[in-house]
């Protein structure tokens, strides 16, 4: 079983930044594909970013070159750096971790990016 728990959404202007933590509790953390996903109002549920257990990164074209995402095993972490923003950017973001056949999702926080 793994909790995940979000912090870091808030509400920037457009073309600033804002990083994204998620805190994982459990075991085997370093075994975990980790995500990044986000939800826009009447949207569905989107792939923002991924990291899997080896470093490997893969990112949704709209964010490529803005956004980063990266882990720390040693934390339990997984950050999500975001650089010059757009007010199309503003979403629920969610951590999503999946191991095999098991998935686990935090809760969410809320990135606003408006002038």
């Known amino acids: 079983q793994v909790q995940l728990v979000e912090s870091g959404g808030g509400l920037v202007q457009p073309g600033g930044s804002l990083s994204v933590s998620c805190a994982a509790s459990?075991?085997?953390?370093?075994?975990?594909?980790m995500s990044w996903y986000r939800q826009a109002p009447g949207k569905q549920r989107e792939l923002v970013a991924a990291?899997?257990?080896?470093?490997?990164?893969n990112y949704a074209d709209s964010v490529k070159g803005r956004f980063t995402i990266s882990r720390d095993n040693v934390k339990n972490t997984v950050y999500l750096q975001m650089n010059n923003l757009k007010p199309e950017d503003t979403a629920v973001y969610y951590c999503?971790?999946?191991?095999?056949?098991?998935?686990?999702w935090g809760q969410g926080t809320q990135v606003t990016v408006s002038s």
């Open positions: 990291i899997v257990r080896g470093g490997n990164t």
């Open positions: 999503n971790a999946q191991r095999w056949s098991s998935e686990y």
């Open positions: 459990g075991s085997g953390f370093s075994t975990y594909t």
